[in-house]
């Protein structure tokens, strides 16, 4: 894959999550994005390539870290191969600044290869992460940054239990 194109698709992708986000939660999100880069798993699998073992090694190493738009790039596009997939979604938000999480495969792929190939910018796929206290089809807005809230979140899931068995 270009390099141009992948930092388009990135940049897209991420765009399109916080749009879909804006409607679902109660924070003001910034337009200001960085990521975070997150390998589906962390096992080194026999079935990865010596290069997709190599590239999983430097991205454990860099789990909690945030980063720019071109620093993705350089991590995620290497000899014109991509992760085949990578799942895209807002996870935290602040006025200043909006963090995307890219969930990716291990393995990466050329452009034929690539999932999601119908959607409007391959291997990115666009998801809304909804805390687990809320119905999918309650369509009740919440805090964005719900995972990071972490007693908040613990005594709504207990209140949604307590409720689901009365």
């Not at 792929?109 to 687990?132: G, M």
């Not at 009740?140 to 613990?154: G, V």
């Amino acid at each position: 894959m270009d390099k141009q194109i992948f930092e388009n698709r990135l940049k897209e992708a991420g765009e399109s999550a916080v749009s879909l986000a804006r409607d679902s939660v109660i924070n003001e999100l910034s337009d200001n994005l960085i990521f975070k880069i997150l390998p589906n798993n962390l096992d080194l699998s026999e079935h990865l390539t010596n290069f997709e073992k190599r590239n999983l090694i430097e991205r454990k190493k860099e789990i909690n870290r945030t980063f720019t738009t071109k620093e993705v790039v350089d991590r995620l596009l290497i000899d014109n191969k991509v992760p085949v997939w990578i799942n895209c979604s807002l996870i935290k938000s602040s006025i200043k600044v909006s963090t995307v999480e890219l969930l990716i495969s291990r393995r990466f792929r050329d452009d034929k290869e690539l999932y999601h190939q119908e959607d409007r910018f391959p291997p990115f796929k666009v998801a809304l992460q909804i805390p687990p206290y809320l119905s999918i089809a309650s369509g009740q807005k919440f805090d964005i940054n719900w995972k990071f809230r972490r007693l908040q979140t613990a005594y709504k899931i207990w209140k949604s239990r307590k409720k689901i068995k009365t």
